[in-house]
C-alpha cells in the first residue's frame, strides 16, 4: 500500500480547495426546497464551482455525466441528477461532490431534510454526521487506520442501523481516490499506523434498516435493498501531531 504523505504546504493547498467546498456545500443546502429538481441543483453546484476558479472532480469520473451525486431517501449516493427527480416535503438527500483547485482535490458529502422531516429520519441524519466525528476522534498520529473505523461502527450499531460495507472512505490529494482505504465498519485487525500529513475522506453511509445495498441499472445510484433511508456524511482531513483538521469544514459549522 502506497500512502502519498503530504507537506505543510500541500497540506496549505489543500485547505484552500477544501474551503471552497466547504462553501458550496452551504449554497447547496440553501437552494433545498420542495419542488426543486436534481438537476436544477446540479446546475447550480457547477457554475458555483466555475465561479470559484476551481473543476468539478465528480463529473466525468468513470463517465459519471454531472458535478454533484445527488441521493434521495433509500438512494445511499452516488444519484444522478435529473429533471424528473423533483425533491418532496419530507425526503432526505445527500449531495456528494467535490472539486479541484489549484490540482489540488477535496471531497465532502451532506444530508439534508426536505422542508419538514419525520423525528426517524432527523435522528438518522444526526447519528450519520456524528458517527464521523466518533470516528475520527482516533484520526491522530500513532493511532491505526481501523481504529477509526471501529469508532464509526460501535457509535452506529448503538442506535441499531446499518452501516454499509460496500463503499468506504480513501485517501485524496491530486488525486480523489488514493491510498488508503477507510472502512466504516470494524476489522479484525487495527490497519495501518497513521503518519502526520496523511490525507484522508472518512465519510460513513448509515441505513435506517438492513444494511445491504445494489446497484440500479444506471451503474451508479446506489440503493438500501430494504427501501428504507439512508445517510451520508464525509469530509477530508488531515493528520497532524495533534487533533486532526477538517479541511472542508467552515469555521462555526
Not at 429538481?37 to 476551481?54: N, P, Y
Not at 500529513?197 to 465519510?203: N, P
Not at 483538521?245 to 469555521?251: A, R
Amino acid at each position: 500500500m502506497s500512502v502519498i504523505i503530504k507537506s505543510k504546504d500541500q497540506i496549505a493547498s489543500m485547505r484552500e480547495s477544501g474551503q471552497l467546498l466547504a462553501k458550496l456545500h452551504q449554497e447547496l443546502h440553501a437552494a433545498i426546497r420542495p419542488g426543486i429538481s436534481t438537476l436544477e441543483i446540479d446546475e447550480l453546484g457547477e457554475k458555483l464551482i466555475e465561479q470559484m476558479g476551481a473543476v468539478p472532480n465528480c463529473k466525468g469520473y468513470e463517465g459519471f455525466p454531472a458535478c454533484v451525486c445527488i441521493s434521495v431517501n433509500e438512494e445511499v449516493v452516488h444519484g444522478i441528477p435529473s429533471k424528473d427527480k423533483i425533491l418532496q416535503e419530507g425526503d432526505i438527500v445527500t449531495f456528494d461532490t467535490g472539486l479541484i483547485y489549484k490540482g489540488w482535490h477535496s471531497d465532502a458529502a451532506r444530508t439534508w431534510g426536505v422542508g419538514e422531516i419525520s423525528p426517524e429520519k432527523a435522528r438518522l441524519i444526526e447519528v450519520t454526521r456524528q458517527s464521523f466525528f466518533e470516528g475520527i476522534k482516533k484520526a491522530r498520529a500513532g493511532n491505526h487506520l481501523y481504529d477509526i473505523s471501529l469508532e464509526v461502527d460501535k457509535y452506529v450499531t448503538g442506535f441499531g442501523y446499518g452501516i454499509v460495507h460496500e463503499l468506504t472512505g480513501h485517501g485524496i490529494g491530486q488525486s480523489i481516490h488514493e491510498e488508503p482505504n477507510v472502512p466504516n465498519y470494524r476489522q479484525i485487525r487495527r490497519g495501518m499506523k497513521l503518519r502526520e500529513g496523511m490525507t484522508i475522506c472518512v465519510e460513513p453511509m448509515i441505513t435506517m434498516g438492513n444494511r445491504r445495498v445494489d446497484w440500479l441499472d444506471d451503474g451508479w445510484t446506489v440503493v438500501t435493498v430494504d427501501g428504507l433511508p439512508a445517510a451520508h456524511y464525509e469530509n477530508t482531513i488531515a493528520i497532524t501531531d495533534g487533533e486532526p483538521e477538517i479541511l472542508t469544514m467552515l469555521d462555526g459549522e
